[in-house]
């Protein structure tokens, strides 16, 4: 069982680089969350996704962009990188209600 | 917005004691889920507990437990009989009914003291 698989695993840019955080699950679940994680702030919800089709923003949506390809898939986009958006990087997937996130392994981006 | 506030951002327990961790939420919502999560190093994510908004009894998985008071927007861990590998950041999060946004607290470290 794969559940939520991200890709990459690590990742170093350079200021002003663009990259795709992609993320899928094999879990059938509807929705789909990235979340960043820095020292002493927690997991942030960037974006979700509550079905296929639909997105919303989270917390700390500005910087970044997703798209849910398909139920699978939900990628998530850096445009212009920043140093500020150094961090790990959490795709989790779940059914609704009271069932549990299913996390990936986390992206550990350095942007420089 | 919903908030999640965990006030304590480091704790220390005796192995084989009792610990509570804090954790207190802020929302309009009637209709919620709260979760408490572990992060062990290995950065993996671990559901420790649940419990839904509509119940009144409290949650209860093994040696955890919760004291869910939803008046008082407030929703504690309890570990009892604290063990070695209980040692992480735990995390405790909210879950939106109407729109099934999930957010997380800053999160606890516990460490155990031998």
């Known amino acids: 069982n794969a559940g939520v698989t991200q890709t990459p695993k690590f990742q170093v840019l350079k200021t002003g680089q663009s990259m795709t955080l992609q993320c899928a699950q094999d879990?059938?679940?509807?929705?789909m969350y990235w979340y960043r994680q820095d020292p002493g702030m927690g997991l942030r919800l960037i974006y979700y996704s509550a079905s296929e089709g639909t997105t919303d923003k989270g917390e700390v949506p500005n910087g970044y962009n997703v798209s849910r390809l398909n139920k699978r898939e939900f990628s998530l986009r850096l445009e212009s990188a920043a140093p500020s958006q150094t961090s790990v990087y959490f795709c989790?997937?779940?059914?609704?209600?009271?069932?549990?996130?299913?996390f990936g392994d986390g992206t550990r981006l350095s942007i420089l | 917005a919903q908030t999640v506030t965990q006030s304590q951002p480091e704790m220390s327990v005796q192995e084989a004691e009792t610990v509570t961790l804090s954790c207190t939420y802020d929302?309009?919502?009637?209709?919620?889920?709260l979760f408490w999560y572990k992060q062990p190093p290995s950065r993996q994510m671990i559901l420790v507990i649940r419990?839904?908004?509509?119940?009144?009894q409290n949650a209860t998985e093994n040696r955890f437990s919760v004291n869910f008071q939803k008046a008082a927007k407030s929703f504690s861990l309890k570990i009892s009989d604290s063990q070695l590998g209980d040692a992480a950041m735990y995390f405790c999060?909210?879950?939106?009914?109407?729109?099934?946004?999930?957010?997380f607290g800053k999160g606890t470290r516990l460490h155990i003291l031998p």
């Open positions: 989790a997937s779940s059914d609704r209600g009271v069932r549990p996130q299913h």
């Open positions: 419990q839904e908004a509509y119940k009144q």
């Open positions: 879990m059938n679940h509807n929705s």
């Open positions: 999060a909210y879950r939106s009914f109407r729109d099934d946004k999930i957010i």
């Open positions: 929302t309009s919502e009637s209709d919620y889920y």
